[in-house]
C-alpha cells in the first residue's frame, strides 16, 4: 500500500497522529529532498530507508515504487503540504489509477486554506490556481483568463519572484482587495492586508514561501445584446428564434430583444 502523507507546512507540531502512526508502520518512505523529511522524522524518532522522489525523477521513480508497493507499504512525504499539491505526487497517482491499484491519502496541513482564511476574504467559494507561470508574457496570459472569475483567487509564489507577480496581478485584475501570507505556521508568520497597490507600496519581506490572496471580480458583467443577436443572425437563426434562445439563456425580456432586432432589421442594407 502507498500512502499520501501530509507533513506541517511550518511549525513541525502540526502533524497528525495518523501519518505519525504510517510513518512509523511502513516499510520506508519516499520524499522529496531527503535531507528536509530527516528533520521532521528526527524530530518524531522514526528510523526508516528513504527513497529520493521529486520533481526531476518522479515519472522514473514512480514505476520503481509501485513495484515496491507490490510487497511493501510505502509513505510518499513531500518537504511541506500534501504530495500532489504544488509538490510531487500527481504522477504517481494517476499510474495507480491506472493500474487499479488502492492508495490512500492522509490529510494534514495546507497553506492555501490557511491562507484563505487569513485574507478575510470570501471562503465561500475561491479557486486554488497554484504558482504562476515565471515569466510576465506568460503571467499576463493566465491571469486574462482568470480576470472574471468570481471566486477568490488563490496563489503561491516564491519571494523572488513575489514583487513582479503582484505587479502583473495588479495589472491585470485592477486594483482589488488581496491579502499576502508568508512562513505560515512558522515564528515569523506574517499576514498583510489590503488593496493590490497598497501592498505593492509596502515594505515586503522578501523570505519564506508566499500565498497570495486575492478577490474576485465582483464587476456585473455587461451583455452587448445587440451584438450577441447579430451573431444569432449570422448563423442562419430566424430572429423570432433568436430571441428565444437569448431571452432563455440570458434570462433577459423578450420584449428588449424584440426592440434591438428591429433596430437591427432597420440597419440591413
Known amino acids: 500500500m502507498i500512502y499520501f502523507c501530509a507533513t506541517p507546512i511550518g511549525n513541525l507540531k502540526d502533524i497528525g497522529i495518523r501519518t505519525l502512526e ?28 528513504l527513497i529520493s522522489y521529486h520533481k526531476f525523477n518522479e515519472s522514473s521513480k514512480a514505476e520503481e515504487l ?5 510487497e511493501k507499504d510505502i509513505a510518499l512525504i513531500t518537504d511541506a503540504g500534501l504530495p ?13 489509477i491506472n493500474e487499479k491499484i488502492d492508495f490512500r491519502v492522509v490529510p494534514g496541513a495546507n497553506a492555501a486554506l490557511t491562507g484563505l482564511v ?9 479557486l486554488f490556481y497554484g504558482f504562476l507561470k515565471a515569466k510576465s508574457s506568460a503571467r499576463k496570459k493566465e491571469l486574462e483568463g482568470l480576470k472574471n472569475i468570481k471566486y477568490t483567487l488563490i496563489f503561491y509564489e516564491a519571494p523572488h519572484r513575489l514583487k513582479d507577480s503582484l505587479i502583473d496581478i495588479y495589472e491585470v485584475l485592477g486594483n482589488r482587495s488581496a491579502s499576502i501570507s508568508r512562513e505560515i505556521t512558522k515564528l515569523f508568520e506574517e499576514t498583510l492586508r489590503g488593496n493590490l497597490k497598497d501592498l ?12 497570495i ?3 474576485g ?3 456585473e458583467e455587461v451583455l452587448d445584446l445587440e451584438e450577441l443577436l447579430r451573431e444569432k443572425l449570422d448563423l442562419g437563426i430566424k430572429k423570432s428564434q433568436a430571441v428565444k434562445e437569448l431571452a ?7 420584449n428588449e430583444l424584440y426592440k434591438i432586432s428591429l433596430e437591427v432589421d432597420n440597419e440591413q442594407p
Open 22 to 49: 504510517i510513518l512509523r508502520s511502513v516499510d520506508l518512505i519516499a520524499c522529496e529532498d531527503t535531507r528536509t523529511s530527516l528533520k521532521l522524522l528526527n524530530e518524531y524518532n522514526i528510523k526508516k530507508p
Open 66 to 70: 509501485i513495484e515496491l508497493s507490490r
Open 84 to 96: 500532489g499539491i504544488s509538490d510531487p505526487g500527481e504522477v504517481l497517482v494517476k499510474r495507480l
Open 118 to 126: 487569513l485574507s478575510g476574504l470570501s471562503s465561500e467559494h475561491f
Open 200 to 211: 505593492l507600496d509596502m515594505d515586503l519581506t522578501l523570505k519564506g514561501e508566499f500565498v
Open 213 to 215: 490572496v486575492v478577490e
Open 217 to 219: 471580480n465582483s464587476q
Open 248 to 254: 432563455k439563456e440570458y434570462k433577459v425580456s423578450k
